[in-house]
């Protein structure tokens, strides 16, 4: 018989209770949004006559129509081309000096440790228009001391990836070495002093232990920065009106952005939107699903 605790809810209830503002938000804040979505991107404006009077434009029913013309957009896989090398400089050079930083803060003869771990996670608190602010004036060829030294046009067509790389990178390696270090700092000291009596170096106690104890955690670390790669946005956006080299579909989220609120073709933007979700899903999954045999130990 189920029991109830004198002037509140019964027992069994009390965990619900709990959950009910998180799946309140979540329906109104993520799932209805993404439903709607779902079904602004199967319909479109159906314009009669020369589309000025009252009823000239219906909202009807399409089908995959919208989703055929996004698969067959030659701006949304030229603006995939350019993410995925965007992306490849990101995740190698972010993700190996993350693990670099958090090896070297957890090694056994580190000093001033407290104060590297801030210094490095600190550009992770900057938010990422005031970051890429802060880059873009100081790649302006006229106030740019980096220009004064190499002589490189950073906003030119030839470096104007790499520029935002570096934004992405500077921003983004903190937050993955504070997860790679406190993953290492998890770990039983015990193991370290065993493999120094054995002899072993730093060196080999960091590639032979930490790295094999890290992967879990480096594969996640990867897994979230496929997803935010996919869906750079801020850089690009932000640096654009610095320079006549970054067009308005450069990456396939700035695509939804024109279309949606500069072409007003909402429906062709849901679409595509939901295209971009999709491949996400594929690559972040996929990846998973290549890596966690060795990973989580599982088939």
């Given at each position: 018989?189920?029991?109830?605790?004198?002037?509140?809810?019964?027992?069994?209830?009390?965990?619900?209770?709990?959950?009910?503002?998180?799946?309140?938000?979540?329906?109104?804040?993520?799932?209805?949004?993404?439903?709607?979505?779902?079904?602004?991107?199967?319909?479109?404006?159906?314009?009669?006559?020369?589309?000025?009077?009252?009823?000239?434009?219906?909202?009807?029913?399409?089908?995959?129509?919208?989703?055929?013309?996004?698969?067959?957009?030659?701006?949304?896989?030229?603006?995939?081309?350019?993410?995925?090398?965007?992306?490849?400089m990101v995740l190698a050079v972010m993700l190996g000096l993350a693990l670099l930083f958090a090896l070297l803060l957890d090694s056994a003869h580190v000093r001033l440790a407290r104060f590297s771990r801030i210094s490095i996670f600190l550009p992770f608190a900057?938010?990422?228009?005031?970051?890429?602010?802060?880059?873009?004036?100081?790649?302006?060829?006229?106030?740019?001391?980096?220009?004064?030294?190499?002589?490189?046009?950073?906003?030119?067509?030839?470096?104007?990836?790499?520029?935002?790389?570096?934004?992405?990178?500077?921003?983004?390696?903190?937050?993955?070495?504070?997860?790679?270090?406190?993953?290492?700092?998890?770990?039983?000291?015990?193991?370290?002093?065993?493999?120094?009596?054995?002899?072993?170096?730093?060196?080999?106690?960091?590639?032979?232990?930490?790295?094999?104890?890290?992967?879990?955690?480096?594969?996640?670390?990867?897994?979230?920065?496929?997803?935010?790669?996919?869906?750079?946005?801020?850089?690009?956006?932000?640096?654009?009106?610095?320079?006549?080299?970054?067009?308005?579909?450069?990456?396939?989220?700035?695509?939804?952005?024109?279309?949606?609120?500069?072409?007003?073709?909402?429906?062709?933007?849901?679409?595509?939107?939901?295209?971009?979700?999709?491949?996400?899903?594929?690559?972040?999954?996929?990846?998973l699903r290549v890596v966690r045999d060795r990973a989580f130990g599982e088939g």
């Amino acid at each position: 018989m189920r029991t109830r605790r004198s002037g509140g809810a019964p027992s069994g209830a009390a965990p619900y209770l709990f959950l009910l503002p998180a799946l309140v938000l979540f329906t109104v804040f993520m799932a209805v949004p993404i439903c709607y979505t779902v079904y602004l991107s199967l319909r479109r404006t159906k314009v009669s006559g020369l589309g000025l009077g009252k009823g000239s434009r219906t909202e009807v029913f399409t089908g995959l129509d919208n989703y055929t013309a996004a698969l067959g957009d030659g701006e949304l896989w030229a603006g995939w081309l350019r993410v995925l090398g965007y992306g490849l400089m990101v995740l190698a050079v972010m993700l190996g000096l993350a693990l670099l930083f958090a090896l070297l803060l957890d090694s056994a003869h580190v000093r001033l440790a407290r104060f590297s771990r801030i210094s490095i996670f600190l550009p992770f608190a900057v938010p990422g228009v005031a970051a890429t602010l802060l880059w873009g004036f100081l790649y302006l060829p006229s106030l740019s001391p980096i220009r004064q030294v190499l002589d490189v046009d950073l906003l030119g067509a030839g470096t104007i990836t790499f520029s935002m790389a570096n934004v992405a990178v500077w921003g983004g390696v903190g937050f993955n070495m504070l997860v790679l270090y406190t993953t290492l700092r998890a770990v039983p000291r015990t193991y370290y002093e065993a493999a120094r009596l054995d002899g072993a170096s730093e060196l080999q106690i960091a590639l032979r232990i930490k790295v094999p104890i890290l992967l879990p955690a480096i594969i996640l670390t990867t897994v979230f920065s496929i997803i935010a790669t996919v869906q750079v946005f801020t850089e690009p956006t932000t640096l654009r009106p610095l320079t006549n080299t970054i067009s308005s579909t450069w990456s396939p989220l700035m695509k939804v952005y024109r279309d949606a609120f500069v072409t007003g073709d909402i429906y062709s933007a849901a679409a595509t939107s939901i295209v971009i979700a999709g491949i996400s899903l594929v690559l972040s999954f996929g990846f998973l699903r290549v890596v966690r045999d060795r990973a989580f130990g599982e088939g």
